[in-house]
């Protein structure tokens, strides 16, 4: 029997990554998420058949979703301490984890970035604890998420921005800018520490640097479905953050799914690879969009004392679709009308 780990697991990206692992493979999933920003599985499993064992819960009818609601840090020092913990007190005997997916972070969106930098940095101590017990437990492969956040921001401005290339950062080749407040940083951080994993522990481990991944069933401090859900409200004027005119590469989260699996099958040593669209978008072309679903044409009022990040930040996908031979599917178009359809049927089962 496979177990997987996946850290953050009722966050948006490790919530569809659990349902990804229970659609592509038979095997077990060990969930640890503390729920300070995620949902508790019950809201988002199709089977929520569910048992609780001392302080877990385990889900679905063939039992092999395992969920401990805890600070990943402590579910980490457990097996630290002692490595046959999950043995001892849960009878889970594994003797080498299979993929460890490790999403567990304070993200928050641009308010929290800027608005709460020290907090966001705490996502060292986090991301530390796991590459600590990575090297020693040597899961047989390992996911890292960076961030597009860890690109220089030199290269995002209104006046130079250009398609963000992988090789823009380069580690071992000095070539590096400075990213984007404590959470750039920390991605950078993390993306230096998966090629110290793979080149001095022997760890196979990819990082990925997803841009603006969005889908139906993320939260709205969001901007996409924040801003679906006011379309499908008809809010006029129609406030945006910052000018509007700051653009962002939005990719649908099945597209990461889709490129972030094919990754870990042929990337091993650490590198780190652009999920995005490689297309930029406006927050104002956003709110055409949604509108024009909407079926009106609201005024846009720019809220220019709102954090907007940086100006431009979108990607080059060609080093992918060279490397995995993958191209994201979900049209722009296709990938909004699905947010806005379940926006416009939370509304509905609202009222
Ligand atoms: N969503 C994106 O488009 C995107 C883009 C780039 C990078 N990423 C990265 O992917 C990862 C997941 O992002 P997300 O969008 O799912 O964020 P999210 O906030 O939805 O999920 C993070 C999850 O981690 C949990 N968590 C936080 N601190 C924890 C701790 N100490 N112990 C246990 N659980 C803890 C939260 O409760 C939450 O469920 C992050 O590292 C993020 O930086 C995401």
């Not at 040597?138 to 961030?147: F, G, M």
């Not at 196979?204 to 969001?222: A, H, K, M, N, T």
Request: charged share 25%; hydrophobic share 40%; net charge neutral.
């Amino acid at each position: 029997m496979k177990y997987h780990l996946v850290s953050g697991a009722c966050g948006f990206v490790g919530r569809n990554t659990v349902k990804q692992l229970l659609k592509r493979t038979n095997d077990s999933v060990i969930m640890v998420d503390d729920l300070s920003v995620g949902t508790h599985p019950s809201a988002w499993l199709q089977d929520i058949t569910s048992k609780k064992f001392k302080d877990i819960e385990i889900f679905g009818k063939e039992e092999r979703l395992f969920f401990w609601k805890m600070d990943f840090r402590k579910f980490l020092n457990n097996l630290q301490e002692n490595p046959k913990w999950l043995e001892k007190e849960y009878g889970i005997k594994i003797s080498r984890f299979a993929d460890a997916f490790h999403f567990a972070a304070i993200v928050g969106g641009r308010a929290k970035i800027e608005g709460d930098p020290i907090a966001v940095a705490l996502d060292l101590s986090i991301d530390a604890e796991f590459f600590n017990w990575i090297a020693k437990a040597k899961p047989e492969r390992v996911l890292y998420p960076s961030s597009s956040a860890a690109y220089p921001i030199s290269l995002q401005t209104e006046t130079a921005s250009a398609a963000l290339k992988e090789s823009d950062i380069n580690i071992n080749g000095n070539i590096l800018g400075k990213p984007d407040m404590t959470y750039g940083w920390t991605k950078m951080t993390g993306e230096y520490l998966a090629k110290i994993a793979a080149e001095h522990y022997g760890i196979s481990i990819v990082s990925i640097r997803p841009f603006s991944g969005y889908g139906e069933d993320q939260d709205l401090s969001y901007p996409v479905p924040a801003i679906a859900t006011r379309a499908a409200k008809k809010e006029n004027p129609f406030v945006v953050w910052g000018t509007g005119q700051q653009g962002r590469d939005f990719v649908h989260i099945d597209d990461v799914m889709d490129c972030m699996f094919l990754a870990m099958e042929q990337i091993h040593d650490g590198s780190a690879i652009n999920i995005g669209s490689g297309k930029l978008t406006s927050f104002i072309d956003l709110i055409k969009i949604f509108s024009r679903f909407a079926g009106y044409n609201p005024t846009i009022k720019p809220l220019i004392d709102k954090p907007m990040g940086v100006h431009s930040r979108y990607c080059d996908m060609s080093f992918v679709k060279e490397r995995l031979g993958w191209e994201p599917k979900i049209s722009l178009e296709e990938g909004m009308r699905r947010v806005y359809d379940v926006a416009v049927e939370k509304l509905r089962c609202e009222r």
